[in-house]
């Protein structure tokens, strides 16, 4: 299976980025999955069900959040409604949506999309091992799933290291996000799952993080600021990474960064 993953959409720029690149992608890589991360597409905090259905109509086969994945609250009921949207897995039960959902694609194949958020310097939620352990009860890798993509949600490195080789061999592919900087260490793990600590961001560069920067240089300068964050507005970058999974065992046997500038 061929699998793109889209790092964190940020704001308009990104969301023009990807929207113009899914045609080279779907060029470059003959993509099976096409994965996006929209955690910051809304304005750069959360989604809303019009632009994934724009992403979804694009091409793309799955959507995955993060921890702002509240902030937008039409997007709740649309967590429930529609079958290829993921929230993080280790969040209360209670909640809309599922953490999980098996995806049907054109090849006839099934991929697994899950998101788990960290809980190093993020808000209190439960174990993201313990919840894909759960998981992974009902799933076994090229017997009754294709390929079983996660995408960890995380501010620590070192976190989405110990996860990733926590379930090295287990599933297809473990993709950082959220820091919205792209990492140079992807990889293949010894037991055969690609990992990347962080895919980066779908959005303008010449930015802090996909924002403008008089925020956040006044926070780091006085600790405070009397302006809310706003988006950059510039040209967007897609950042992202590619996997290649063997259809005989589903783990993985490429991993590729990914870089489209406009």
């Known amino acids: ?36 991360n929209v955690d910051n597409a809304a304005h750069g905090f959360g989604c809303s069900p019009k632009i994934c259905n724009q992403l979804l109509n694009a091409g793309v086969s799955a959507i995955v959040t993060g921890d702002h994945v509240w902030n937008q609250k039409d997007i709740i009921p649309f967590l429930d409604d529609n079958k290829r949207i993921v929230r993080p897995i280790n ?6 949506g599922t953490g999980a959902k098996e995806i049907p694609l054109d090849s006839g194949k099934k991929i697994l999309v899950v998101e788990v958020v960290g809980r190093v310097f993020m808000e209190a939620v439960d174990c ?10 009902e799933y076994n890798l090229a017997k009754n799933i294709d390929a079983i993509f996660v995408d960890i949600h995380a501010e620590a490195t070192a976190e989405k290291q110990a996860f990733a080789r926590y379930f090295d061999g287990r599933v297809s592919a473990v993709i950082g996000s959220h820091t919205h900087v792209p990492t140079s260490d992807a990889c293949i793990l010894p037991k055969g799952t690609a990992y990347q600590t962080d895919a980066g961001m779908c959005g303008d560069y010449n930015s802090v993080i ?53």
């Not at 993201?128 to 009860?137: G, I, S, Y």
Request: glycine letters at 6%; zero cysteines.
């Open 1 to 36: 299976m061929r699998i793109v993953y889209l790092g964190d959409i940020v704001a308009r720029s990104g969301r023009e980025a990807v929207k113009n690149a899914i045609p080279l992608l779907k060029q470059n890589y003959k993509f099976d999955a096409l994965i996006v």
């Open 91 to 96: 969040h209360s039960a209670n909640l809309a």
């Open 128 to 137: 993201p091992l313990q919840a894909l352990d759960n998981l992974l009860l």
């Open 210 to 262: 996909g924002f403008d920067e008089k925020s956040p240089i006044e926070r780091l300068k006085n600790r405070f600021s009397p302006h809310r964050l706003e988006p950059a507005t510039g040209t967007g970058t897609v950042f992202g990474t590619f996997i290649e999974t063997d259809d005989r065992s589903g783990l993985a046997i490429k991993i590729e960064q990914i870089k489209i500038s406009q």
